[in-house]
């Protein structure tokens, strides 16, 4: 769990220049930019069926299953499970 601060900490540079620059660069804020590299290993896994979804959620970063559901229905319009059984 990293914050803006230390982020910007990390390259030298001021938390609104490292956030203007990243947004610029990435088209997301930092925080944005993680819960979607979460969501979309969450696919991947998912995809594979090997793992249950409170794992997949522990494994990519999510608090617990229900932080993840809320992210994934929110961004993809279906629950992790709807998707699974796509």
Same mark, same amino acid.
């Given at each position: 769990d990293i914050g803006l601060?230390?982020?910007a900490a990390l390259v030298q540079m001021s938390p609104r220049y490292f956030l203007k620059l990243f947004k610029t660069s990435t088209g997301f804020t930092p925080h944005k930019f993680v819960i979607?590299?979460?969501?979309?290993?969450?696919?991947?896994l998912l995809?594979?069926?090997q793992t249950s979804i409170a794992e997949i959620a522990l494994k !990519?970063?999510?608090a617990n299953q229900s932080h993840l559901n809320m992210h994934f229905k929110r961004l993809?319009? !279906?629950t992790p499970k709807?998707?699974?059984n796509k």
């Open positions: 601060a230390e982020l979607h590299t979460r969501i979309a290993r969450a696919k991947e995809l594979l069926k !990519v970063g999510f993809l319009g !279906v709807q998707f699974q």
